[in-house]
């Protein structure tokens, strides 16, 4: 269940009580928003080395591509937006060059004949099947400087902050409560 802006403010104000720093300035370099951010676009791009400059993705291909990658099913593109959390027109330029260039195609909806959702082509689970072994190697090296505990620990951290937010984790959550 989403999360109201009444029960935001309400945790905020719980959390400003309880947060010992001071209140004269906001120092960005401690809040956590945009230190999420900052590692998050960082990280991205990190990645992105591995499908733009070998294959010409540009990230939001390859959210749709990683996306369809990892289902066992066809999906719609208003998945795949609030799945990755990409603006739709974002992803529907995506999903119009990735049709064009044969790495995905549509394929009706059977429940709902109007509906077209989409799937990775051979040619498109090819370039999954090549691209995610990297893209978990660079993943491991750039959490190299962290032990195994401290991977596990930050997992479940994170986990618990998308908890916090009602931000579904898995794929199998996402189909159950047919949240997408």
């Known amino acids: 269940m989403a999360r109201t802006s009444s029960d935001i403010a309400l945790k905020t104000r719980e959390a400003d009580a309880a947060?010992?720093?001071p209140k004269s300035r906001l120092d960005l370099?401690?809040?956590?928003?945009?230190?999420?951010n900052r590692l998050?676009?960082?990280?991205?791009?990190a990645l992105a080395v591995e499908y733009q400059e070998r294959h010409?993705?540009?990230?939001p291909a390859w959210r749709v591509i990683a996306t369809l990658g990892f289902?066992?099913?066809?999906?719609?593109?208003?998945?795949i937006s609030q799945c990755t959390r990409t603006h739709k027109s974002t992803i529907s330029r995506a999903v119009t060059a990735l049709l064009q260039d044969g790495l995905i195609e549509?394929?009706?909806n059977e429940a709902?004949?109007?509906e077209f959702r989409l799937q990775l082509t051979k040619k498109g689970r090819a370039l999954y099947e090549e691209l995610f072994p990297r893209l978990l190697r660079r993943e491991d090296e750039i959490l190299a400087c962290?032990?195994?505990?401290?991977?596990?620990?930050l997992s479940a951290l994170l986990g618990k902050i998308e908890e916090s937010l009602d931000l579904i984790q898995t794929s199998e959550e996402a189909d159950a409560k047919q949240a997408y």
């Open 71 to 79: 289902r066992n099913d066809a999906c719609s593109a208003q998945y």
């Open 56 to 59: 010409g993705l540009d990230i």
């Open 29 to 36: 370099f401690r809040f956590v928003p945009f230190r999420l």
């Open 146 to 153: 962290l032990s195994a505990q401290e991977r596990k620990q």
């Open 40 to 45: 998050a676009a960082e990280v991205s791009s």
């Open 106 to 108: 549509r394929v009706e």
């Open 19 to 21: 947060s010992p720093r």
């Open 112 to 114: 709902d004949r109007r």
